[in-house]
């Protein structure tokens, strides 16, 4: 159980120390200037966060710790040859820095397996609400209530040394992973299937257990769930759900308290509740199309509807990237080598083919592209998870691996509370020299 541990913190020390280096010779060195319109337009592409795991690029997309998406489908440990690459190998990647042999993946596996018992009380909070509660509503709750279980918290009212923070952050982090494919197969068997619960199987990986819990036990489901939490596991420091994980830890908060925070963030409709959207989006334009074979000038028209009521079409554009997101292109590519025929999946492919130039006639959409939510929610539809607001829940449970990751760098280097300036817009106004300086 300790080698994992073990192996980051003989990577980690050299980091830590390399951060106090820099802090200390550095710390004036300047980064670069803000603009007004960076601070209006939601802090974009502002350099003010540390964060180790990934790295997004405006025109290559995520790479985890140097790694395309591409890459790691070749590199990572699966559990077939041909099959999808285990997220417990890109868990390890982001934590060590190093592409993991099998062993190191089996052992993670393995000791996630012998932490994944969740509390009675966690199922008692989900079943204390209403089983219509939104299942964001429900994981959230089940998260922020095993900070009962938090080692980090009774470590630091013990009064632990500051240095040894990381060592009590990895442990609750490695325990909430562990238990979370657990929490959201309960909530998936509470609402959609009278409340008849499978037991996890010991002898599985995180993500097929996830499957198997949730009822379904065909390879391909496992495969895509497998795919689904490496694609969404992270995506830099800055998007909402990691940020928000981010803030709330360096005010000392345990795994638990940050995480239910950045999983309150990621429900929101402009984060990780997209996909949901664009099956909406989808099934609303075929019935009112009547078809659900439409053809390419259909959706075309539909777009131009949508553009035309002042609504967006979901799943394209992205505040970073400006090409067709590399998580969209594996799992197109999963689909051509799984799916021989869907509609709702051709119906995705249709949309990609029409959407780009319309969007990009308009002259006010800087990435006309499609992000990974215009097509996973189609695929999960495919193989028969068709209750469209639970995949939210989805998300979060792969969005664990990056967060938490980057919560054991934030505790390892010591990070203080965040804490940026904030001004009235008379300031703002004043800086940019505007004679007006009345409150508005």
């Known amino acids: 159980m300790e080698y994992i541990k073990n192996r980051f913190y003989e990577k980690a020390i050299k980091c830590s120390a390399e951060f106090q280096r820099i802090k200390k010779d550095y710390g004036d060195v300047v980064l670069g200037q803000v603009t007004i319109d960076q601070v209006f337009s939601g802090m974009k592409g502002i350099p003010a966060l ?79 609400l209403p089983k219509n509660s939104r299942p964001m ?44 494919p657990r929490i959201a197969a309960y909530i998936y068997r509470r609402m959609y299937h009278n409340g ?80 949901q959207e664009v099956m909406d989006w989808i099934f609303e334009m075929n019935e009112q199309l009547g078809t659900d074979e439409a053809t390419d000038a259909q959706i075309a028209a539909y777009i131009e509807q949508t553009l035309l009521q002042g609504r967006v079409v979901p799943g394209y554009g992205h505040a970073v990237l400006r090409i067709t997101d590399p998580r969209f292109t594996i799992l197109q590519e999963f689909a051509e080598k799984y799916i021989a025929n869907d509609k709702i999946v051709n119906t995705v492919n249709a949309i990609y083919r029409v959407a780009p130039p319309i969007l990009e006639a308009t002259g006010k959409i800087k990435n006309p592209w499609p992000n990974v939510d215009a097509i996973s929610g189609a695929l999960l539809n495919h193989f028969g998870i068709t209750e469209h607001n639970f995949y939210t829940v989805l998300f979060g449970v792969s969005r664990a691996l990056g967060v938490m990751a980057s919560l054991v760098f934030d505790r390892l280097y010591n990070l203080p509370i965040e804490r940026p300036s904030s001004f009235p817009l008379s300031w703002f106004q004043e800086k940019a020299e505007v004679n007006k300086k009345g409150n508005c």
């Open 137 to 180: 509503t429900q994981f959230s709750c089940a998260i922020l209530s095993m900070a009962y279980d938090s080692v980090f918290q009774k470590a630091y009212r013990a009064g632990v040394n500051k240095k040894f923070y990381w060592d009590f952050m990895y442990e609750d982090v490695m325990t909430l992973i562990a238990r979370l």
């Open 50 to 128: 540390l964060t180790e795991t990934s790295k997004l690029d405006a025109n290559e997309g995520i790479r985890f710790r140097g790694y395309s998406i591409q890459e790691l489908q070749q590199k990572l440990p699966k559990m077939q040859d041909d099959g999808e690459p285990l997220p417990e190998g890109l868990f390890y990647l982001m934590m060590i820095g190093e592409i993991p042999e099998n062993d190191d993946v089996i052992n993670i596996s393995k000791d996630w397996a012998t932490r994944n018992h969740v509390p009675q009380y966690a199922f008692d909070v989900i079943d204390a």
């Open 196 to 275: 008849e619960h499978i037991e996890p199987n010991p002898t599985l990986d995180w993500a097929g257990n996830l499957a198997h819990m949730m009822g379904f036990e065909s390879t391909e489901v496992k495969r895509l769930l497998r795919l689904f939490m490496v694609t969404h596991a992270d995506h830099e420091g800055g998007n909402v759900s990691a940020h928000a994980t981010h803030l709330v830890g360096s005010a000392l908060s345990n795994a638990y308290y940050s995480f239910a925070a950045g999983m309150v963030g990621l429900a929101g409709p402009l984060h990780g509740f997209a996909n």
